[in-house]
């Protein structure tokens, strides 16, 4: 009935959207009639870089748990799950998995904490629809609290303790505090402890892959070592990400992992080095963008400037142009230097945003582009802005 619910919504919101107005294309159009600037998924390469890594995980029997918060796509999403070996997703925040609640999605690990009454009663009641949503907590009296809240809800909410694994962000090293969380846990009737959150983020964007390599060794002895004290029998140990999930597979220690970035990358993912043995995954995420002015020599203005893209990881990159480069921007603009002053006015070009999860939630939607240069479908950026 929801999900019946859920497509007459969709099928309504449709017919209300206006090419141009609030909708950047319609399919079946040809790639040059898009509205610029907009996002563009490349459906062959999304679709191959899905496949490399559920084979991937396959192989390793690894759990895979693809980070939602990457794409904020219901569509994105649910193609993981339907066709790449995904048992559930994350997110980041309550609102954000309520979203991918309401699509049907129903396993999903909020790899962040609650903390605050009402998100925490929020989430008990989220549970109570026949969603398992978990949370992960680092302080007894978060545990405290959401166990006394769940039970008001008449729910049991699934916990991982997350480790402070050397990103000095949330999570703990105190043997002690954890030792006591467990207990805590173990005597409770409304909470259920689920395994461990580890993961170290900073590891992800080591440019040198021998370097990589060391970090995340040294990360994976500091999990060890905490792990150590505990009964890990049918836990997860959940983690790791797209700049070095391999490593954590090798480790043993990870039974799940959360990559995100693998089925988009962006300019930044792009720059690290890889071994050979290294899987590598191409750019299917772009910033479709058009030449407005070249009323000067050797450079030109493009409509996506900083309300188009996030800028934290570096400039975008221009695709398949060595000869052009995006050498800064505006709210609106963007200055291309073009020496060869090769570019006409509505020229279009593709972009490869530096960092793809903030730029993702610039924008209300994904085009995306079949082999044929055509608009295959519209995906929705469907928890852009829920952050609370």
């Known amino acids: 009935m929801l999900e019946d619910s859920i497509n007459l919504f969709y099928i309504s919101f449709m017919s209300k959207l206006d090419y141009g107005y609030n909708i950047p294309a319609l399919k079946g159009m040809k790639l040059e009639e898009i509205q610029t600037p907009c996002l563009l998924i490349d459906y062959e390469t999304f679709k191959l870089n899905v496949e490399k890594?559920?084979?991937?995980?396959?192989?390793?029997?690894?759990?895979l748990r693809p980070h939602a918060k990457m794409h904020k796509s219901v569509e994105v999403a649910k193609y993981q799950l339907q066709y790449g070996n995904a048992s559930g997703i994350c997110c980041q925040k309550l609102s954000e998995a309520e979203v991918f609640v309401r699509s049907g999605i129903k396993d999903i690990l909020i790899t962040n904490q609650i903390?605050?009454?009402k998100k925490i009663d929020r989430l008990c009641k989220i549970n109570r629809s026949g969603s398992k949503v978990s949370?992960?907590?680092?302080?007894?009296d978060n545990l405290n609290d959401i166990n006394n809240i769940a039970s008001d809800n008449n729910v049991k909410i699934e916990i991982f303790i997350e480790l402070e694994c050397g990103a000095q962000r949330c999570g703990t090293d105190n043997i002690d505090d954890i030792k006591l969380m467990i207990q805590f846990i173990n005597k409770s009737s409304n909470i259920k402890l689920s395994g461990f959150q580890a993961y170290n983020g900073s590891n992800q964007h080591v440019y040198d892959s021998k370097e990589r390599e060391i970090t995340v060794n040294n990360t994976n002895k500091r999990i060890s070592n905490l792990l150590k004290y505990f009964d890990m029998t049918n836990l997860i140990v959940t983690g790791g990400g797209t700049g070095c999930f391999e490593e954590e597979a090798k480790s043993k220690i990870y039974n799940e992992i959360q990559v995100g970035s693998y089925a988009f990358m962006d300019a930044h993912y792009s720059s690290l080095k890889k071994n050979k043995s290294n899987i590598l995954f191409e750019n299917s995420l772009f910033i479709y963008t058009s030449v407005i002015s070249v009323a000067k020599q050797n450079f030109v203005v493009v409509d996506a400037g900083l309300k188009s893209m996030s800028v934290d990881s570096g400039l975008p990159k221009i695709f398949n142009k060595n000869d052009l480069k995006y050498t800064k921007c505006s709210d609106e603009h963007g200055i291309i230097e073009d020496y060869n002053n090769s570019l006409k006015l509505n020229d279009k070009l593709k972009l490869i945003p530096g960092h793809c999860d903030p730029t993702c939630n610039l924008h209300d939607w994904y085009v995306v582009i079949d082999k044929n240069r055509k608009v295959k479908d519209l995906w929705k950026v469907?928890?852009?802005g829920f952050s609370f």
Do not use: G, P, W, Y
């Open 53 to 63: 890594m559920r084979s991937f995980t396959h192989e390793n029997n690894i759990k």
């Open 382 to 384: 469907s928890a852009r």
């Open 115 to 117: 903390t605050d009454l």
């Open 135 to 140: 949370c992960c907590v680092d302080n007894i």
